[in-house]
């Protein structure tokens, strides 16, 4: 009956979010004023008199253009202080950090990609996985990002902040793009679009191959296309998005480094020769937006299809002979709606909206396998997932030197549970709701007379990111059969920050923000051991230093710093309080030549600190900086070549360390494994590597 009545309700207030979206004016005559979004092209700060904090922006085409890539998903690291790198092989979600937390896959940032959440919420492999190896750099408009739980729009997974990520609607000029590499790196590109029926049509179809570096080559293989149709802009107009894409991969884990010391496999070598994965996801979404005298309106709706079987063997050969090896497999149908609407009452701006969402979860499992052949159910579930979120938000500008922006969000999630596999896990299940209410509050205050360009910033606020259901719903271990706690559906995050942002000379923008964020619980799923577990209450605080300078219209550079402190609250047994894999220190810089002349190119260059291992931080990782070139010319009107090489100096280093049981073959067989010997994993870097790329377009 309760899950009657709050479906009854969500249902309801979708409805009324929708109406009240649409009943906006239609598109104005442009001599009216409208109310929109304000985006800045050519520098990735936001400007002042439209940010509500020091730690937000937008990163535009043209920075992404001259970015030098080795992976999809480094995309994100435009956003300052993010890290992307990998423990595992290239078709799977990238490991995230950013603000002192190991985000793991996503769990704590959240990233949405024309309006469709890409953070996957009781995923198989990890709560908030969050895969955007699907993303065409070429195709992307801008990306908007924010830092910290300021936002009210902002709801699950956004405890340190969010990113969204727009596409183009219309290309410049048709395209097709060839790329040839080491390791048997190609990727083919064509993209393009045109008129048809007074519709503006967009087209992209993507492959994408490699091989890696890795003793066991990666296959990996790529098959990408995005299909859009839409008529007006962005504001102003609707939109209907299909994107296709599908991987699948052989993966290298991460290792113990003993096993790499002393020979037993090579810096790049394997302990299991099956280990990697199969993914898809396929997506039809639709947006729809209005602007005029009274108000700006959007709504925007989205089903997506996904499918995930993955293979690892992270402990080796604890077990005996046979690597232990498992397969994580998820199969869903994701469908949501996000309506919105701004009014200008004299001086306060006020927003409103709902956002709607569930998951229908046909088979999420943990398997024992043996070279991708199941042995074992260990769990294997069926869930459904609604998340609601409503959204009110106030923006006043009380004088010319001071606004505030505040903010209420209220979330409610219900869910269901139902065990159809794993001997111990048959008796887990059943149903699960909760709900929180997080305010939100900026005070922006400035400019200050002649130094107009220079803001101080103070902002607070609670937010949160869901955990896995089967967490919620399970009351014994599916592995062993022992008791388990049930665990709360909400892991409560309390952010503040002081920031302030300044324009020192012209085109330079600078910010400074010393921010603090507690969570009332690290709790995470472990997709290896199928269980949900709460590893306590852990405080951060750090400071960052983000700067972005354009002297002229081809001339970026971005330079940031970040530091951060992450302890427990209260110090696990053994008496260490350090959060395992929070990076203290990281910085960047970044420089984008993009003239309408011939050359153009980019250099970035960025550095991880060494960070605890485990909570006493006795072990600790390896500090190390690498840096990747893109260089181009362009051959005429039509066509250009450029040149990546990624690890420029060749850095022998780690993309991630851990601390944690493992064997290998050898120990297995000469008896020394036991129940596992703890030691450093380790994924490293890939060498040194080239890239070529030829491009036409006509």
Request: hydrophobic share 40%.
């Amino acid at each position: 009956m309760r899950k009657l009545k709050f479906q009854t309700c969500l249902l309801a207030t979708s409805v009324a979010a929708v109406r009240l979206a649409f009943a906006a004016e239609a598109p104005a005559t442009p001599d009216v004023p409208v109310m929109q979004e304000v985006l800045v092209s050519g520098n990735r700060a936001a400007l002042p008199g439209v940010a509500d904090s020091a730690t937000e922006g937008t990163v535009s085409a043209r920075q992404l253009a001259v970015r030098p890539l080795l992976r999809t998903a480094e995309l994100l690291e435009t956003v300052p202080g993010v890290i992307v790198t990998q423990h595992s092989g290239d078709g799977k979600a990238n490991q995230y950090f950013l603000r002192g937390y190991n985000l793991d896959h996503g769990s704590d940032f959240a990233t949405s990609v024309l309006g469709m959440p890409v953070n996957v919420a009781s995923h198989a492999h990890g709560q908030g996985y969050m895969d955007l190896n699907f993303l065409m750099p070429e195709l992307i408009s801008h990306i908007q990002y924010r830092k910290g739980v300021y936002a009210a729009d902002d709801g699950d997974f956004s405890s340190t902040g969010s990113a969204r990520i727009e596409y183009q609607r219309t290309l410049k000029a048709p395209l097709v793009d060839v790329s040839l590499g080491q390791h048997r790196y190609r990727r083919v590109l064509a993209a393009g679009s045109g008129q048809l029926g007074g519709l503006d049509v967009l087209g992209a179809f993507e492959f994408a191959g490699n091989d890696g570096p890795w003793d066991q080559p990666a296959n990996l293989r790529k098959r990408n296309a995005v299909l859009r149709a839409s008529n007006g802009s962005a504001d102003n107009g609707v939109a209907v998005t299909l994107m296709a894409y599908q991987s699948d991969w052989r993966a290298t884990e991460h290792v113990p480094e003993r096993a790499i010391l002393n020979g037993e496999i090579g810096r790049f070598g394997a302990l299991s020769p099956s280990d990697g994965g199969v993914t898809h996801r396929y997506s039809l979404s639709g947006e729809w937006a209005a602007s005029g005298a009274a108000g700006a309106s959007r709504v925007r709706a989205y089903v997506l299809d996904y499918g995930l079987n993955y293979f690892a063997t992270p402990s080796g050969f604890i077990s005996g002979a046979s690597a232990d090896q498992h397969e994580q497999a998820d199969s869903r149908v994701t469908w949501g709606l996000d309506a919105r609407h701004s009014w200008q009452l004299r001086d306060v701006e006020l927003s409103a909206g709902v956002q709607l969402r569930q998951d229908r979860v046909d088979n999420v499992g943990l398997y024992d396998t043996v070279d991708r052949v199941r042995t074992n159910t260990v769990r294997q579930d069926r869930l459904r997932e609604t998340a609601a979120g409503l959204f009110v938000e106030a923006r006043r500008q009380w004088t010319p030197w001071l606004r505030t922006t505040v903010g209420l969000r209220r979330d409610q999630i219900a869910a269901d549970a139902s065990a159809t596999g794993g001997r111990f896990n048959l008796g887990n299940g059943g149903t699960a709701s909760a709900g929180q209410t997080s305010p939100k509050v900026s005070v922006i205050v400035g400019p200050f007379g002649e130094h107009a360009g220079t803001e101080l910033y103070a902002n607070w606020g609670h937010g949160f990111h869901s955990n896995d259901v089967r967490g919620a719903t399970s009351g014994t271990h599916p592995s062993d059969g022992s008791p388990a706690d049930r665990l709360a559906l909400f892991a409560r995050s309390t952010g503040g920050e002081l920031g302030a942002r300044t324009r020192p000379l012209k085109g330079w923008t600078s910010s400074v923000s010393l921010w603090q964020i507690s969570s009332a619980s690290e709790l995470v799923f472990v997709g290896d051991a199928g269980v949900t577990e709460a590893r306590g209450a852990s405080k951060r605080h750090g400071l960052e230093w983000s700067n972005s300078y354009t002297p002229n219209h081809s001339l970026t550079i971005d330079g940031d710093v970040a530091w951060s402190h992450a302890r427990f609250k209260v110090p696990v047994e053994g008496g260490g309080a350090h959060v395992p894999n929070a990076i203290p220190l990281t910085a960047s810089l970044a420089v984008n030549y993009a003239p309408d002349g011939a050359w153009f190119g980019g250099l970035r260059l960025r550095y991880l600190g060494a960070y605890a291992l485990e909570e006493t931080n006795q072990q600790r990782s390896t500090p190390f900086w690498i840096a990747n070139l893109k260089l181009g010319y362009r051959l005429g009107a039509r066509w250009q070549a450029s040149v990546d090489v990624l690890n420029l100096a060749d850095r022998k280093a780690n993309d991630i360390e851990y601390w944690g049981g493992a064997c290998t073959r050898a120990e297995q067989r000469d008896g020394s494994c036991g129940g596992g010997i703890d030691g450093r994993l380790v994924h490293p870097i890939e060498p040194r590597s080239v890239r070529v790329s030829l491009r036409t377009t006509f």
